[in-house]
Protein backbone atom coordinates (compact mmCIF):
# COMPACT_ATOMS: atom_id res chain seq x y z
CA UNK A 1 0.00 0.00 0.00
CA UNK A 2 1.33 3.18 -0.93
CA UNK A 3 1.78 6.31 1.48
CA UNK A 4 -1.03 8.28 -0.46
CA UNK A 5 -3.32 5.36 0.11
CA UNK A 6 -2.50 4.70 3.63
CA UNK A 7 -2.93 8.22 3.98
CA UNK A 8 -6.37 8.72 2.28
CA UNK A 9 -7.30 5.16 4.47
CA UNK A 10 -6.60 7.12 7.29
CA UNK A 11 -8.42 10.57 6.70
CA UNK A 12 -11.42 8.28 5.67
CA UNK A 13 -11.45 5.78 8.83
CA UNK A 14 -10.77 8.60 11.47
CA UNK A 15 -13.09 11.30 9.80
CA UNK A 16 -16.11 8.35 10.20
CA UNK A 17 -16.21 8.38 6.01
CA UNK A 18 -17.04 4.71 5.46
CA UNK A 19 -17.60 5.36 1.81
CA UNK A 20 -14.42 6.38 1.53
CA UNK A 21 -12.66 3.85 3.27
CA UNK A 22 -15.06 0.92 1.80
CA UNK A 23 -13.66 2.73 -2.11
CA UNK A 24 -10.33 2.63 -1.36
CA UNK A 25 -10.03 -0.92 0.00
CA UNK A 26 -12.48 -1.88 -2.71
CA UNK A 27 -10.09 -0.77 -5.13
CA UNK A 28 -6.98 -2.66 -4.05
CA UNK A 29 -8.78 -5.79 -3.82
CA UNK A 30 -9.94 -4.84 -7.31
CA UNK A 31 -6.04 -4.69 -8.44
CA UNK A 32 -5.39 -8.20 -7.07
CA UNK A 33 -4.47 -7.39 -3.15
CA UNK A 34 -4.35 -10.58 -0.94
CA UNK A 35 -7.38 -10.69 1.12
CA UNK A 36 -5.66 -11.74 4.41
CA UNK A 37 -2.75 -9.37 3.59
CA UNK A 38 -5.13 -6.35 3.35
CA UNK A 39 -6.80 -7.56 6.76
CA UNK A 40 -3.61 -7.85 8.84
CA UNK A 41 -0.99 -5.38 7.10
CA UNK A 42 -3.40 -2.85 6.43
CA UNK A 43 -6.33 -2.63 8.09
CA UNK A 44 -5.19 -4.01 11.50
CA UNK A 45 -2.01 -1.89 12.04
CA UNK A 46 -4.78 1.30 11.48
CA UNK A 47 -6.83 0.16 13.97
CA UNK A 48 -4.00 -0.34 16.24
CA UNK A 49 -3.30 3.62 15.34
CA UNK A 50 -6.29 4.38 16.40
CA UNK A 51 -5.79 3.14 19.82
CA UNK A 52 -2.48 4.68 19.71
CA UNK A 53 -4.17 8.04 19.21
CA UNK A 54 -6.59 7.76 21.68
CA UNK A 55 -3.92 7.30 24.35
CA UNK A 56 -2.38 10.50 23.09
CA UNK A 57 -5.42 12.21 23.76
CA UNK A 58 -4.75 13.20 20.14
CA UNK A 59 -8.88 12.00 19.34
CA UNK A 60 -11.52 11.70 21.39
CA UNK A 61 -13.57 8.56 22.74
CA UNK A 62 -16.14 9.87 20.13
CA UNK A 63 -13.57 9.71 17.42
CA UNK A 64 -12.23 6.23 18.78
CA UNK A 65 -15.92 4.79 18.63
CA UNK A 66 -16.30 6.37 14.82
CA UNK A 67 -13.09 4.85 13.37
CA UNK A 68 -13.49 1.51 14.73
CA UNK A 69 -16.94 1.25 13.62
CA UNK A 70 -15.84 2.23 10.12
CA UNK A 71 -13.18 -0.36 10.28
CA UNK A 72 -15.52 -3.37 11.31
CA UNK A 73 -17.80 -2.04 8.38
CA UNK A 74 -14.66 -2.22 5.93
CA UNK A 75 -13.79 -5.70 7.23
CA UNK A 76 -17.47 -6.62 6.28
CA UNK A 77 -17.03 -4.88 2.79
CA UNK A 78 -14.07 -7.15 1.96
CA UNK A 79 -15.33 -10.07 3.34
CA UNK A 80 -18.19 -9.67 0.85
CA UNK A 81 -15.80 -8.66 -2.62
CA UNK A 82 -16.60 -11.08 -4.91
CA UNK A 83 -12.73 -12.12 -5.15
CA UNK A 84 -13.26 -13.18 -1.17
CA UNK A 85 -15.90 -15.02 -1.77
CA UNK A 86 -15.01 -17.10 -4.95
CA UNK A 87 -11.52 -17.80 -3.12
CA UNK A 88 -13.14 -18.99 0.37
CA UNK A 89 -15.63 -20.60 -1.78
CA UNK A 90 -12.42 -22.96 -3.68
CA UNK A 91 -10.56 -23.60 -0.24
CA UNK A 92 -11.17 -26.95 1.35
CA UNK A 93 -13.06 -26.72 4.64
CA UNK A 94 -10.68 -27.74 7.54
CA UNK A 95 -13.53 -27.71 10.20
CA UNK A 96 -15.64 -25.17 12.19
CA UNK A 97 -14.67 -23.02 14.94
CA UNK A 98 -16.88 -20.36 17.19
CA UNK A 99 -15.19 -17.25 17.62
CA UNK A 100 -16.16 -15.23 20.62
CA UNK A 101 -15.63 -12.38 22.85
CA UNK A 102 -15.94 -13.00 26.64
CA UNK A 103 -18.67 -11.45 28.94
CA UNK A 104 -17.84 -8.09 29.33
CA UNK A 105 -15.50 -7.31 26.63
CA UNK A 106 -17.04 -4.74 23.93
CA UNK A 107 -13.18 -4.68 21.92
CA UNK A 108 -14.77 -7.18 18.99
CA UNK A 109 -12.56 -5.79 15.81
CA UNK A 110 -9.78 -8.30 17.07
CA UNK A 111 -12.33 -11.19 16.92
CA UNK A 112 -13.49 -10.07 13.89
CA UNK A 113 -10.63 -10.24 12.05
CA UNK A 114 -10.20 -14.20 13.40
CA UNK A 115 -13.36 -14.91 12.12
CA UNK A 116 -12.56 -13.36 8.42
CA UNK A 117 -9.01 -14.98 8.12
CA UNK A 118 -10.00 -18.21 9.24
CA UNK A 119 -12.86 -18.08 6.88
CA UNK A 120 -10.66 -16.72 3.83
CA UNK A 121 -8.41 -20.06 5.01
CA UNK A 122 -11.80 -22.51 4.53
CA UNK A 123 -13.26 -22.61 8.05
CA UNK A 124 -16.68 -22.35 9.05
CA UNK A 125 -16.74 -19.98 11.27
CA UNK A 126 -19.81 -18.68 14.00
CA UNK A 127 -18.59 -15.66 14.92
CA UNK A 128 -20.80 -14.40 18.27
CA UNK A 129 -19.59 -11.05 18.33
CA UNK A 130 -18.62 -9.02 21.49
CA UNK A 131 -19.33 -9.45 25.24
CA UNK A 132 -21.39 -13.16 24.79
CA UNK A 133 -22.42 -14.73 28.19
CA UNK A 134 -20.71 -17.69 29.39
CA UNK A 135 -24.09 -19.43 29.23
CA UNK A 136 -25.72 -18.61 25.55
CA UNK A 137 -21.67 -19.60 24.72
CA UNK A 138 -22.09 -22.90 25.96
CA UNK A 139 -25.78 -23.73 24.64
CA UNK A 140 -24.09 -22.93 21.11
CA UNK A 141 -21.49 -25.21 21.83
CA UNK A 142 -23.52 -28.30 22.10
CA UNK A 143 -26.23 -26.79 19.87
CA UNK A 144 -23.46 -26.43 17.06
CA UNK A 145 -20.41 -28.59 18.26
CA UNK A 146 -17.27 -26.91 16.80
CA UNK A 147 -14.13 -28.38 16.54
CA UNK A 148 -12.41 -25.71 18.61
CA UNK A 149 -13.88 -21.80 20.52
CA UNK A 150 -11.18 -19.36 19.76
CA UNK A 151 -11.62 -17.10 22.32
CA UNK A 152 -10.76 -13.06 22.17
CA UNK A 153 -10.26 -10.66 25.08
CA UNK A 154 -8.73 -7.52 25.15
CA UNK A 155 -7.99 -5.73 28.13
CA UNK A 156 -6.38 -8.01 31.43
CA UNK A 157 -9.60 -6.89 33.83
CA UNK A 158 -11.81 -9.39 31.72
CA UNK A 159 -9.19 -11.98 32.55
CA UNK A 160 -11.61 -13.98 35.38
CA UNK A 161 -14.07 -14.11 33.24
CA UNK A 162 -12.23 -15.38 30.06
CA UNK A 163 -10.93 -18.31 33.12
CA UNK A 164 -14.54 -19.23 33.96
CA UNK A 165 -15.36 -19.34 30.00
CA UNK A 166 -12.42 -21.27 29.15
CA UNK A 167 -13.41 -23.66 31.77
CA UNK A 168 -16.76 -24.16 30.65
CA UNK A 169 -15.81 -24.91 27.23
CA UNK A 170 -13.52 -27.32 28.27
CA UNK A 171 -15.61 -29.09 30.30
CA UNK A 172 -18.05 -29.41 26.85
CA UNK A 173 -15.30 -31.14 25.51
CA UNK A 174 -13.97 -28.28 23.05
CA UNK A 175 -10.67 -27.35 22.86
CA UNK A 176 -9.94 -23.53 23.64
CA UNK A 177 -7.73 -21.21 21.21
CA UNK A 178 -7.43 -17.78 22.89
CA UNK A 179 -5.91 -14.19 21.95
CA UNK A 180 -5.94 -10.86 22.64
CA UNK A 181 -3.74 -8.02 24.27
CA UNK A 182 -5.19 -9.21 27.47
CA UNK A 183 -3.18 -12.30 27.62
CA UNK A 184 -0.05 -10.48 27.19
CA UNK A 185 2.34 -9.62 24.65
CA UNK A 186 3.57 -13.25 25.27
CA UNK A 187 0.38 -14.76 26.15
CA UNK A 188 1.66 -15.31 29.59
CA UNK A 189 -1.67 -15.47 30.75
CA UNK A 190 -2.72 -18.17 28.64
CA UNK A 191 -1.18 -21.16 30.28
CA UNK A 192 -1.83 -19.87 33.71
CA UNK A 193 -5.78 -19.75 32.75
CA UNK A 194 -5.68 -23.57 31.32
CA UNK A 195 -6.17 -22.46 27.65
CA UNK A 196 -5.05 -25.05 24.90
CA UNK A 197 -3.42 -22.81 22.66
CA UNK A 198 -2.60 -18.73 22.47
CA UNK A 199 -2.09 -16.66 19.34
CA UNK A 200 -0.88 -13.32 19.12
CA UNK A 201 -2.92 -12.32 16.37
CA UNK A 202 -5.08 -13.56 13.22
CA UNK A 203 -2.47 -15.27 11.66
CA UNK A 204 -1.31 -17.09 13.77
CA UNK A 205 -4.25 -18.13 14.76
CA UNK A 206 -5.02 -19.73 11.36
CA UNK A 207 -1.39 -21.05 11.37
CA UNK A 208 -2.14 -22.58 14.94
CA UNK A 209 -4.90 -24.28 13.33
CA UNK A 210 -3.78 -25.40 10.42
CA UNK A 211 -0.91 -27.21 12.20
CA UNK A 212 -2.92 -29.82 13.22
CA UNK A 213 -6.27 -30.28 15.77
CA UNK A 214 -5.93 -28.87 19.46
CA UNK A 215 -6.69 -32.07 21.42
CA UNK A 216 -9.93 -32.14 23.47
CA UNK A 217 -10.08 -31.58 26.72
CA UNK A 218 -9.21 -35.04 28.58
CA UNK A 219 -11.08 -34.12 31.94
CA UNK A 220 -12.96 -31.22 33.98
CA UNK A 221 -11.54 -29.47 37.36
CA UNK A 222 -12.46 -26.76 39.44
CA UNK A 223 -11.12 -23.25 38.41
CA UNK A 224 -9.08 -22.89 41.65
CA UNK A 225 -7.57 -25.95 41.18
CA UNK A 226 -5.14 -23.68 38.60
CA UNK A 227 -4.80 -20.42 41.18
CA UNK A 228 -4.06 -21.89 44.20
CA UNK A 229 -3.03 -18.39 45.65
CA UNK A 230 -6.85 -16.94 45.58
CA UNK A 231 -7.20 -19.16 49.08
CA UNK A 232 -6.12 -16.15 50.54
CA UNK A 233 -9.03 -14.70 49.61
CA UNK A 234 -7.88 -11.18 48.50
CA UNK A 235 -9.18 -11.34 45.54
CA UNK A 236 -12.28 -11.80 46.73
CA UNK A 237 -11.96 -8.95 49.23
CA UNK A 238 -10.98 -6.39 46.48
CA UNK A 239 -13.52 -7.25 44.23
CA UNK A 240 -17.02 -7.79 46.57
CA UNK A 241 -15.83 -4.21 47.91
CA UNK A 242 -14.68 -2.70 44.55
CA UNK A 243 -17.22 0.38 44.78
CA UNK A 244 -16.49 0.64 49.06
CA UNK A 245 -12.73 0.96 47.91
CA UNK A 246 -13.48 3.29 44.70
CA UNK A 247 -15.41 5.85 47.39
CA UNK A 248 -12.76 5.60 50.14
CA UNK A 249 -10.03 6.21 47.84
CA UNK A 250 -11.70 9.42 46.24
CA UNK A 251 -13.01 10.90 49.54
CA UNK A 252 -9.10 10.59 50.76
CA UNK A 253 -7.70 12.41 47.76
CA UNK A 254 -10.17 15.21 48.24
CA UNK A 255 -8.64 15.70 52.01
CA UNK A 256 -4.96 14.33 51.45
CA UNK A 257 -5.26 16.49 47.63
CA UNK A 258 -6.36 20.11 48.60
CA UNK A 259 -5.32 21.23 45.05
CA UNK A 260 -7.81 18.70 43.83
CA UNK A 261 -10.37 21.28 44.43
CA UNK A 262 -8.78 23.59 41.95
CA UNK A 263 -9.41 20.99 39.07
CA UNK A 264 -11.09 21.13 36.19
CA UNK A 265 -14.63 19.04 35.95
CA UNK A 266 -12.84 17.18 33.17
CA UNK A 267 -9.54 16.56 35.27
CA UNK A 268 -11.56 15.33 38.28
CA UNK A 269 -13.66 12.71 36.42
CA UNK A 270 -10.50 11.99 34.80
CA UNK A 271 -8.82 10.96 38.29
CA UNK A 272 -12.59 9.40 39.24
CA UNK A 273 -12.34 7.14 36.21
CA UNK A 274 -8.76 6.54 37.02
CA UNK A 275 -9.65 5.45 40.37
CA UNK A 276 -12.28 3.34 39.07
CA UNK A 277 -9.59 1.32 37.06
CA UNK A 278 -7.16 1.60 39.27
CA UNK A 279 -9.19 -0.67 41.36
CA UNK A 280 -10.31 -2.94 38.18
CA UNK A 281 -6.52 -3.73 37.93
CA UNK A 282 -5.53 -4.41 41.20
CA UNK A 283 -8.65 -7.09 41.40
CA UNK A 284 -7.11 -8.33 38.38
CA UNK A 285 -3.14 -8.47 39.32
CA UNK A 286 -4.23 -10.08 42.82
CA UNK A 287 -6.45 -13.23 40.41
CA UNK A 288 -3.56 -13.85 38.08
CA UNK A 289 -0.58 -13.32 40.84
CA UNK A 290 1.33 -11.24 39.05
CA UNK A 291 2.60 -7.67 40.55
CA UNK A 292 3.80 -6.28 37.18
CA UNK A 293 0.02 -6.49 35.39
CA UNK A 294 -0.69 -3.82 38.56
CA UNK A 295 2.44 -1.73 38.11
CA UNK A 296 2.36 -2.00 34.34
CA UNK A 297 -1.05 -0.56 34.32
CA UNK A 298 0.24 2.37 37.08
CA UNK A 299 2.86 3.61 35.20
CA UNK A 300 0.67 3.80 32.17
CA UNK A 301 -1.77 5.81 33.72
CA UNK A 302 0.78 8.29 34.20
CA UNK A 303 1.39 8.86 30.79
CA UNK A 304 -2.40 8.29 30.41
CA UNK A 305 -3.18 11.26 32.79
CA UNK A 306 -0.01 13.44 31.59
CA UNK A 307 -1.55 13.57 27.88
CA UNK A 308 -4.84 14.46 29.04
CA UNK A 309 -3.30 17.48 30.99
CA UNK A 310 -4.84 15.74 34.47
CA UNK A 311 -1.67 16.55 37.44
CA UNK A 312 -0.56 12.88 38.94
CA UNK A 313 -0.04 14.13 42.30
CA UNK A 314 -3.06 11.68 43.27
CA UNK A 315 -1.56 8.93 42.18
CA UNK A 316 0.55 8.04 44.99
CA UNK A 317 -1.53 9.32 47.61
CA UNK A 318 -4.11 7.12 46.07
CA UNK A 319 -2.01 4.15 45.91
CA UNK A 320 -1.61 4.92 49.82
CA UNK A 321 -5.25 4.83 50.68
CA UNK A 322 -5.97 1.78 48.39
CA UNK A 323 -3.34 -0.04 50.92
CA UNK A 324 -5.09 1.07 53.62
CA UNK A 325 -8.43 -1.14 52.73
CA UNK A 326 -6.05 -4.01 52.19
CA UNK A 327 -4.03 -4.25 55.19
CA UNK A 328 -5.27 -7.73 56.38
CA UNK A 329 -4.36 -8.99 53.07
CA UNK A 330 0.23 -9.90 53.27
CA UNK A 331 -0.28 -10.46 49.28
CA UNK A 332 -2.14 -7.52 48.51
CA UNK A 333 0.03 -5.38 50.55
CA UNK A 334 3.32 -6.45 49.15
CA UNK A 335 1.79 -5.93 45.44
CA UNK A 336 0.79 -2.00 46.21
CA UNK A 337 4.50 -1.62 47.81
CA UNK A 338 6.21 -2.85 44.50
CA UNK A 339 3.68 -0.87 42.33
CA UNK A 340 4.46 2.49 44.42
CA UNK A 341 7.76 1.44 44.40
CA UNK A 342 7.57 1.37 40.55
CA UNK A 343 5.37 4.66 40.54
CA UNK A 344 7.47 6.89 42.48
CA UNK A 345 10.25 6.38 39.71
CA UNK A 346 7.95 7.51 37.04
CA UNK A 347 6.64 10.50 38.26
CA UNK A 348 7.27 13.84 36.42
CA UNK A 349 9.94 15.84 38.41
CA UNK A 350 7.95 18.55 39.82
CA UNK A 351 5.31 15.43 41.46
CA UNK A 352 6.58 15.75 44.89
CA UNK A 353 5.85 12.44 45.61
CA UNK A 354 8.67 11.66 42.91
CA UNK A 355 11.30 9.47 44.82
CA UNK A 356 10.32 9.84 48.31
CA UNK A 357 9.97 6.59 50.04
CA UNK A 358 6.53 7.04 52.26
CA UNK A 359 6.87 3.64 53.60
CA UNK A 360 10.07 4.81 55.30
CA UNK A 361 9.02 8.21 56.10
CA UNK A 362 5.71 6.72 58.00
CA UNK A 363 2.03 6.73 57.22
CA UNK A 364 0.48 10.12 56.90
CA UNK A 365 -1.04 12.52 53.85
CA UNK A 366 0.64 13.10 51.34
CA UNK A 367 2.45 17.11 50.67
CA UNK A 368 0.01 19.06 48.27
CA UNK A 369 1.55 20.10 45.10
Known amino acids: MTRPETD ?20 MLDD ?7 LMDVIAPLQARVGHEWAAARITVAQEHSATAVDERVIGAVANHPAVRRRRAAVRRPGRVAVTCIDGEWHALPARLVAEVLRLRGWRVDYLGAQVPIPHLI ?12 LSSSIAVRLPAAHATITACQATGTPVLVGGGAFGPDGRYAALLGADAWAPDARAAADRLAAGPLPRPSSTHRIGDDLPHLADQAYTHVTRNAPRLIRHVLGGLRSRCPEMARHTGEQQDRTAEAVSHLVEFFGAALYLDDPELFTGFTTWTITILAARDVPTQ ?6 DLLAEQVADYPRAVALLSR ?3 AVRERLPDDDPHRGRDEEAEGPGPANPA
Open 314 to 319: SLMPAL
Open 32 to 38: GKDPEDL
Open 8 to 27: ALWEAVIGGDEDAATDIVMA
Open 339 to 341: ARA
Open 139 to 150: SHLHRTGPDVVA
